[in-house]
């Protein structure tokens, strides 16, 4: 069966959206955050964790599993459900962002029949076509599939990024022919920059080939401006159907889900708060912190009060210093489930006040603690 | 309130004992294993997850929390227990063992006073005595304090071990002397190689300084020879009180477990189970295994199906073996969960052996098949 979405109710001063997405392995409340399981598990966290903080659909990464365990022995265990033990609803990427990003080098060779690069593990030559892509992820299994894109880089000129969207879409129509799984579902991915006129272009050709739901890509490049992320949404919203979910894709600053949730985006994923957290960094509603900080030494208060999260209602701030000092992971542990329930919760604040026609006012007064310092 | 050991049956056969230990934060039944948490955490795992494999009482380290975060921070904290929010008995180490086997480049110099060593974090020069390894307990506020000790290497001779043991004993008095904790209960220690003579008059004159019960120590030094410790529990165990725990330290071997107690130990510690489990290996009733092996690539079975730990329960050998080679630490959290299940487990079955007559009987069982490969 195919995903469904089902869309509830629009807030009356903005373009957010609140609805209900049904899949094969639970349905969930949008707008929505996705905590990150690279490579078939979320870094530290036991699928029970997630479950605890409120996190009802997970990320998974498609050239990660590709090169670690492969797709083969993944489809052998029965799909990547079975494969982590966790039965709520998995979304992949198409492995498109990841070429772009870690190939060795950073060199690769596009052609019209797909990328070669070479394994950011042992430098061996790849290749990846939007065939392969889609196969994989065909036995991967996950509930959501996305279409083989080509990322260009935020500094692509029109001409380039025009040239690039054709082939992403011919690339798109590639890979739907061949799909071929049907408990699962494909979104189409919209690129362009920061452009009107191609991300116009991108997104009207990308719904003429009916896919499930619809990305929105290559804003999550850190050369990136915020405000080219903010058009890039704006430009490709109306164009997008009501009825198919939209994910913006690679986002996960706090902010940037206000702003994509009041263009109309119904789900992010990000490696963000998992990757802070191994940092040292937690989110606060005061705005980031980072635990090594000196004067949290003697701080024997949970890093929110009013944080409902098992570290804010067990640990302290002084413990989890020392255990990120110590380089001990139960440090970056319990802050990967603070970071995440952060968001969780935040989406779920959204969601509410989109119901109640009080988005606006509830993203006033987040902004008004986060960005104070 | 000090620990009150009773000693409910001996094994027929064998000096194995079945006892209860009472603590300030609970009872457990002996013999036991204890996990160790080195930095006030059971490397990857939660307080949650010790108590659900069935862990009654943990180890810290008071050299490692001397030197981080700092015994002040701890007691600030409200002691070792709220620090780290575990609610179980804890027992620390003396630091005595860390001087020895950590001091950068090995080298320290042994006076009368103390031990002068430089820290293995940052070369920095320390100073440890039997009064201040005493007084960092004290303030960490554990159920059970060891006597500061020297642990000669296994290659001392006869003259040096008995010139040290008499150090020994006299850093012992002065470790009781100055202990001041009403809610803390201390251990003497009983030195003396293989050498009968010496661990006899380390035993007597240790046990006539009346501790709340007694280790038996430098047994774990891994260029000693498991039949030296043997004997080494043999010479000493005839000289202990039948009424106070018996405690052989850094020990955490299967068959280690059994032999110690065969001979009449209650209690054992290692970072064996956990530090195997991060290198990617695994006991099991047939022996160790290391889950890296190309044979488990596809063997979508429990490490062990008999197994009753959280990772058995829920993973295949070929996913926790992608998460190890992956090098994610969810990885090691399952295969430290398990490790440690399976000595928690085996000392289950050895109480209820011993209570039962029948401990030689388990202990044949258990050797046939983990001494098969």
Not at 263 to 272: E, L
Request: hydrophobic residues 35%; contains cysteine; proline residues 4%.
């Amino acid at each position: 069966m195919k995903i469904k979405y089902d869309l509830k109710h629009v807030d009356k001063n903005t373009k957010a959206r609140f609805g209900i997405l049904h899949t094969n392995h639970g349905d969930f409340e949008t707008p929505i955050f996705m905590p990150v399981g690279t490579l078939a598990t979320v870094k530290t966290l036991s699928p029970e964790e997630l479950k605890e903080m409120g996190s009802a659909v997970i990320l998974s990464n498609t050239y990660h599993l590709w090169l670690r365990p492969g797709e083969d022995i993944v489809k052998k265990a029965g799909g990547l459900h079975k494969f982590m033990n966790y039965d709520g609803p998995i979304l992949t990427d198409s492995g498109g962002y990841q070429v772009f990003s870690l190939a060795k080098n950073k060199k690769k060779d596009i052609t019209e029949e797909g990328v070669h690069f070479k394994s950011h593990i042992d430098g061996r030559n790849l290749f990846l076509t939007p065939e392969l892509s889609i196969q994989i992820q065909n036995k991967l299994d996950s509930d959501i599939a996305m279409s083989f894109d080509e990322c260009p880089p935020a500094s692509a000129d029109h001409e380039y990024l025009k040239n690039s969207i054709e082939r992403t879409l011919r690339w798109a129509k590639r890979g739907k022919d061949v799909f071929n799984n049907e408990n699962q579902s494909l979104f189409g991915i919209v690129q362009g920059g920061p452009h009107e006129d191609l991300r116009k272009f991108s997104a009207i050709e990308t719904v003429k080939m009916d896919f499930d739901g619809y990305s929105i890509g290559g804003v999550a490049n850190d050369d990136e401006s915020k405000e080219d992320m903010y058009l890039a949404i704006d430009y490709s919203i109306p164009y997008l159907p009501e009825d198919k979910p939209r994910y913006l894709m690679g986002v996960g600053d706090p902010i940037d889900l206000f702003e994509g949730v009041e263009r109309g985006i119904d789900m992010f994923d990000c490696v963000h708060p998992t990757r802070l957290a191994r940092h040292g960094n937690a989110f606060t509603r005061n705005g980031k912190i980072n635990i090594r900080n000196e004067k949290f030494k003697e701080d024997f208060t949970p890093i929110e009060d009013t944080c409902d999260c098992y570290a804010c209602k067990h640990y302290t701030k002084a413990y989890i210093r020392h255990l990120i000092i110590s380089e001990e992971t139960f440090g970056a542990r319990l802050l990967s489930i603070h970071n995440l329930r952060f968001l969780i919760k935040l989406m779920e604040e959204m969601r509410v006040a989109i119901k109640e026609d009080r988005f606006l006012e509830l993203k006033e007064d987040f902004y008004s603690k986060y960005n104070k310092k």
